[in-house]
């Protein structure tokens, strides 16, 4: 190992041209296979039609409907480990979150700098509720200055992931509850457009109801509380 130290980007300029290709694909193929076997999987759960519903099933969906350049924005909570786990990347597509720093409520206003930013390319903030009740007024931010994000919305009532953490210790959930708050009036109350959905048919509708408006909209998608992001052994159909 060599430790080096630089601006990132000339680094790696320097660095791009001593590389050579490797000869043996083994891991590569075994990492596609498995990638190809866990696509498939979240196919399947992407066509269940369960209630309430399955939080995978709303990121699939948003994840074939919008643009190959558009930016994503992740909130915190366990609708970033359904994002991380079921949106199908592309080449051109952005992609940003807290990752470890485990940051409740940015989601909006990653969503709101990377439209300032990039005005040209759709800017989407995947949230669930708990989080973007901590900061939802920036939705008026985004109306004031005529921004057209887009809000996917997992809304289980619930903070999820901390009610997850607390059952894997052993503790009785405690403060994980939320009370039910009508998303899709707040946003249209703001100057934006609101979705709902809660049954399967009703997912894509409204996501490319949202996708299509000129203004800043808002999905709201009612999901199951007790799904829990599950790793690829545990994910059942």
């Known amino acids: 190992e060599v430790g080096l130290a630089g601006d990132v980007k000339a680094t ?36 269940t039609a369960r209630l309430p519903l399955r939080p995978q099933m709303v990121i699939r969906a948003l994840s074939d409907l919008i643009a190959d350049d558009a930016l994503i924005s992740l909130d915190c909570g366990a609708n970033t480990h359904f994002a991380a786990r079921c949106l199908r990347l592309r080449a051109n ?8 720093l ?21 800017s989407i903030a995947i949230v669930g509720d708990g989080g973007f009740a901590m900061l939802m007024a920036e939705l008026t931010t985004a109306v004031a200055h005529r921004l057209p994000v887009k809000i996917v919305l997992l809304k289980n009532n619930s903070l999820a992931e901390v009610m997850f953490e607390q059952r894997e210790v052993g503790f009785p ?19 934006a457009d609101g979705f709902p959905c809660e049954r399967p048919e009703e997912v894509r509708p409204a996501i490319q109801a949202a996708l299509a408006s000129p203004r800043a909209a808002l999905i709201e998608a009612v999901v199951d509380a007790e799904e829990k992001p599950a790793k690829p052994d545990e994910l059942r159909v």
């Open 12 to 47: 790696l300029q320097g660095l791009l041209p001593l590389l050579r290709p490797k000869t043996d694909r083994g891991f590569l193929a075994a990492a596609q296979q498995r990638m190809a076997e866990w696509n498939s999987l979240l196919d399947a759960v992407e066509n």
């Open 93 to 100: 597509q952005g992609f940003t979150g807290t990752g470890m």
């Open 102 to 122: 485990a940051s409740m409520a940015p989601g909006l206003s990653y969503a709101i700098a990377a439209q300032l930013a990039y005005p040209e390319r759709q």
């Open 173 to 191: 959930n405690y403060g994980c509850e939320l009370s039910p708050i009508d998303f899709v009036a707040f946003a249209k109350a703001c100057g």
